[in-house]
Every structure is written in structure tokens, then in C-alpha cells.
């Protein structure tokens, strides 16, 4: 069942999800598919008005699926706002502060640094607006990135990362989609690849339901496909071992494999790769994704990455409480969740460095937000180590 979050204005974006079956994800996308409009455009082009971009002289364009219209007015995302900040060299702090408190001193802000440069680029990722054919009326700025921004669309990344899955010949299941205004999350399991880890989980129990470690000590092998359309990070694939006992996630961020989002400088107006372009980009992900793929999901990868963990995750705690404050302040946890991985901590039953990381991944299933959840998930491996050598 998907959970839809961060609503927008109605008619102009399609809304995010929350651990949503694949189905649900690929027609959110496919929707977000019709109504992106990616411009290279001058900062002569653009200004702020009422604290939202107007787009203004662009030429419209005529495609296969009709005239493009591109000036009108489009409402920013905070992601688009924290490219403002950036390519205009304004404080985000600032920004924020203008928006909130004062909206005509950001229009005043943004367009007096805007003139600076006229000649400079940028791309300008939007949604548009459905007031009609041609004519799109208030759309949303989702992203200003530099112009040299490689376009890799997330359900084109889907696609291809899924037939690199399948070419990979490894069974799996995705078990939940996450979107976001800044990155896409698929979570692939096989549980033919599993094994018992027996030290790591002993004296474990679920904080969700109390199932014992002891009883179900299997981690199965898996990992997360990430990618970020307005500028966010690159496409991921990170592995991912899963604690079958609670669904706990431990993602290996040292082993991540990344494609970066970089490439030439383009024409200005609306942006299209060639057909030829797009498809050397996808075979080249689906390539990779199958490498990746055969090596995460291999016995010997899942065992040696327990065994790196099991030696920590059997340190005995001798003040819980004390550790789980030094390692979220060595982490910057904030204290709202710094109090959700101590319950969980209590609730888990292990009182070791091990109870710490399985804290920690147990409180980020919780979390609304998906991208706090895979910061937090991030650092599971990271806490493991800090509590280990606290004691």
C-alpha cells in the first residue's frame, strides 16, 4: 500500500510515496514522465516574482508530442531553492528566511544576482502546469542545476537497473519504493542468498512484534537502487543485508557502486537527448547494475560483511545510555530520534554495540521521511563501530 506524502498544489506534480509496491512507483513516475519540461535557459530568462520563477523569451517547442510551452510561472520546491542558494551564491539560511518572512526582499535578492550575470546558464527541471494545450499555467520548479547536467530520468534508471537485475539471473523481490522530491529508492532481497548469523543476533528481539534472533538469526542478501533527477546524488546501487527477524536493513556505503550525473554543456531551450545518446547512457546501467548485482548477491560477500560486524556487535555495554548519546552526537542525531533508537534499544533486548546498529536501523523503518530514513540506515554500520569502541 503506498503512503503519499509532501502533497503539492492539485494538477501540477505528482506527490512522492513511502515503501510502495513497484506498480505504484512506476505510475507516479510515468505521470511525472508527462509532465517534465527540462530547459537550458540564460539568467536573462529567468527572475523571481511573488518568490516564484518566471520564465520569460524562451522559444516554445514543437515535438512529436506537440508545442512545449515554456515561459510561464513555476512554484520552487525547497530542492529547487537550495539550487537558487547555490548557483547564486545567496545563504541558504538567508533564503529561507526571505521566503518565510519577507517574499518581496527574495524577489529583490534573487533578480539583483540574476542581473550580474545575464549571460550565465542554467537548467531549469520543472513540472508543468495542465491549464491546456501549449499553455501550461503555474507548474513547479523542482530543480536549477548547472547546465552540463546529465538528464538520467528515474524510470528510465528503474528500467534499466531492473533488466540489469534480471540479466544478473539472481532471484529477487523488491520490497518497498520510496520518492521523493530529491531521490528514488527500490529495495531488492534474495533470500536465496542467506545465511545465519547466529552471533550477531543472539539475544535480539524485534521491536516491532518480539520474534526472537535467536529463533530466526538469517540475514538475507539485497541492496537499494538510488537515483536523483534534480541534482541530489548520483545513480547507486548500495548493498543492502537484511535482518529477516525484524526487516532491519544494513546498507554497506563503503561498497556503493555510483554513475555520476555529468555531462556536456548544451544548447539553450527546451532539453532532448538523441535516441542514440539515451540508449548507450541505459545499456551502460544495465551492464553495471549486473555486475553489481552478481557480486552483492553472492554467498561469500554476505558472509564476509557479517563477519566484519560480528567481532564489534559483541561488545557488552556497560552504560547504554551514555553510548547511545556518544554516538549520536558523534553522528549528529538529532535528539528526537536519538530517543526513538534508545526505545527501540530497550525494546531490542541486546544490550551491546550490535543492540546500538540494530537500534538504529529498527528507528529509521519508522521514519516518515525517506530520505532522513536512509541517512539513518547509512549510519547503522558507522553506530555498530562508534558503540563498540565507546563500551
Given at each position: 500500500m503506498t503512503q503519499q506524502f509532501a502533497e503539492r498544489a492539485t494538477n501540477v506534480a505528482p506527490t512522492g510515496a513511502r515503501n510502495s509496491d513497484l506498480s505504484d512507483l512506476v505510475s507516479i513516475l510515468e505521470d511525472g514522465q508527462r509532465r517534465k519540461l527540462d530547459v537550458i535557459a540564460p539568467a536573462s530568462a529567468l527572475r523571481m516574482h511573488e518568490g516564484n520563477v518566471r520564465v520569460e523569451g524562451v522559444e516554445?517547442?514543437?515535438?512529436?508530442?506537440?508545442?512545449?510551452?515554456?515561459?510561464?510561472?513555476?512554484?520552487?520546491?525547497?530542492?529547487?531553492?537550495?539550487?537558487?542558494?547555490?548557483?547564486?551564491?545567496?545563504?541558504?539560511?538567508?533564503?529561507?528566511?526571505?521566503?518565510?518572512?519577507?517574499?518581496?526582499?527574495?524577489d529583490e535578492n534573487v533578480n539583483a544576482?540574476?542581473?550580474?550575470?545575464?549571460?550565465?546558464?542554467?537548467?531549469?527541471?520543472?513540472?508543468?502546469?495542465?491549464?491546456?494545450?501549449?499553455?501550461?499555467?503555474?507548474?513547479?520548479?523542482?530543480?536549477?542545476?548547472?547546465?552540463?547536467?546529465?538528464?538520467?530520468?528515474?524510470?528510465?534508471?528503474?528500467?534499466?537497473?531492473?533488466?540489469?537485475?534480471?540479466?544478473?539471473?539472481?532471484?529477487?523481490?523488491?520490497?518497498?519504493?520510496?520518492?521523493?522530491?530529491?531521490?528514488?529508492?527500490?529495495?531488492?532481497?534474495?533470500?536465496?542468498?542467506?545465511?545465519?548469523?547466529?552471533?550477531?543476533?543472539?539475544?535480539?528481539?524485534?521491536?516491532?512484534?518480539?520474534?526472537?534472533?535467536?529463533?530466526?538469526?538469517?540475514?538475507?542478501?539485497?541492496?537499494?537502487?538510488?537515483?536523483?533527477?534534480?541534482?541530489?546524488?548520483?545513480?547507486?546501487?548500495?548493498?543492502?543485508?537484511?535482518?529477516?527477524?525484524?526487516?532491519?536493513?544494513?546498507?554497506?556505503?563503503?561498497?556503493?557502486?555510483?554513475?555520476v550525473h555529468l555531462g556536456g554543456k548544451q544548447d539553450e531551450g527546451v532539453v532532448s537527448w538523441s535516441g542514440e545518446t539515451q540508449r548507450k547512457t541505459l545499456e551502460l546501467i544495465t551492464s553495471k547494475t549486473t555486475d553489481a548485482v552478481r557480486t552483492f548477491l553472492s554467498q561469500e560477500y554476505v558472509e564476509a560483511k557479517v563477519y566484519e560486524m560480528e567481532a564489534a556487535a559483541g561488545k557488552t555495554l556497560d552504560e547504554p545510555t551514555k553510548t547511545i548519546e556518544h554516538v549520536t552526537k558523534s553522528l549528529s542525531i538529532g535528539t528526537e530520534t536519538k530517543d526513538r533508537i534508545l526505545s527501540h534499544f530497550i525494546r531490542g533486548g541486546q544490550m551491546t554495540a550490535g543492540g546500538v546498529m540494530q537500534a538504529v536501523t529498527s528507528t529509521a523503518q519508522t521514519l516518515t521521511d525517506a530520505d532522513q530514513a536512509a541517512a539513518l540506515e547509512a549510519l547503522a554500520v558507522p553506530a555498530l563501530t562508534a558503540a563498540a569502541a565507546h563500551g
Amino acid at each position: 500500500m503506498t503512503q503519499q506524502f509532501a502533497e503539492r498544489a492539485t494538477n501540477v506534480a505528482p506527490t512522492g510515496a513511502r515503501n510502495s509496491d513497484l506498480s505504484d512507483l512506476v505510475s507516479i513516475l510515468e505521470d511525472g514522465q508527462r509532465r517534465k519540461l527540462d530547459v537550458i535557459a540564460p539568467a536573462s530568462a529567468l527572475r523571481m516574482h511573488e518568490g516564484n520563477v518566471r520564465v520569460e523569451g524562451v522559444e516554445a517547442q514543437l515535438s512529436a508530442r506537440g508545442v512545449t510551452a515554456v515561459d510561464g510561472i513555476y512554484r520552487p520546491t525547497a530542492v529547487a531553492d537550495e539550487g537558487i542558494s547555490d548557483k547564486l551564491r545567496i545563504p541558504l539560511a538567508y533564503l529561507r528566511r526571505m521566503r518565510a518572512e519577507n517574499v518581496p526582499l527574495l524577489d529583490e535578492n534573487v533578480n539583483a544576482w540574476l542581473r550580474e550575470g545575464p549571460d550565465r546558464r542554467f537548467m531549469l527541471r520543472a513540472f508543468r502546469g495542465e491549464d491546456g494545450p501549449g499553455t501550461p499555467g503555474e507548474g513547479v520548479a523542482r530543480a536549477l542545476l548547472s547546465d552540463s547536467y546529465k538528464l538520467m530520468d528515474n524510470l528510465d534508471m528503474l528500467l534499466a537497473a531492473l533488466d540489469g537485475v534480471e540479466q544478473s539471473g539472481h532471484p529477487t523481490r523488491i520490497t518497498g519504493c520510496d520518492l521523493t522530491d530529491r531521490r528514488m529508492y527500490v529495495r531488492v532481497e534474495s533470500e536465496a542468498v542467506a545465511i545465519q548469523a547466529r552471533n550477531l543476533l543472539r539475544g535480539y528481539r524485534s521491536p516491532f512484534d518480539g520474534r526472537s534472533g535467536d529463533e530466526l538469526p538469517m540475514i538475507s542478501a539485497g541492496f537499494v537502487i538510488t537515483n536523483s533527477e534534480v541534482g541530489a546524488g548520483a545513480y547507486t546501487i548500495t548493498p543492502r543485508a537484511v535482518i529477516q527477524v525484524c526487516r532491519n536493513g544494513l546498507t554497506q556505503t563503503k561498497d556503493v557502486m555510483r554513475a555520476v550525473h555529468l555531462g556536456g554543456k548544451q544548447d539553450e531551450g527546451v532539453v532532448s537527448w538523441s535516441g542514440e545518446t539515451q540508449r548507450k547512457t541505459l545499456e551502460l546501467i544495465t551492464s553495471k547494475t549486473t555486475d553489481a548485482v552478481r557480486t552483492f548477491l553472492s554467498q561469500e560477500y554476505v558472509e564476509a560483511k557479517v563477519y566484519e560486524m560480528e567481532a564489534a556487535a559483541g561488545k557488552t555495554l556497560d552504560e547504554p545510555t551514555k553510548t547511545i548519546e556518544h554516538v549520536t552526537k558523534s553522528l549528529s542525531i538529532g535528539t528526537e530520534t536519538k530517543d526513538r533508537i534508545l526505545s527501540h534499544f530497550i525494546r531490542g533486548g541486546q544490550m551491546t554495540a550490535g543492540g546500538v546498529m540494530q537500534a538504529v536501523t529498527s528507528t529509521a523503518q519508522t521514519l516518515t521521511d525517506a530520505d532522513q530514513a536512509a541517512a539513518l540506515e547509512a549510519l547503522a554500520v558507522p553506530a555498530l563501530t562508534a558503540a563498540a569502541a565507546h563500551g
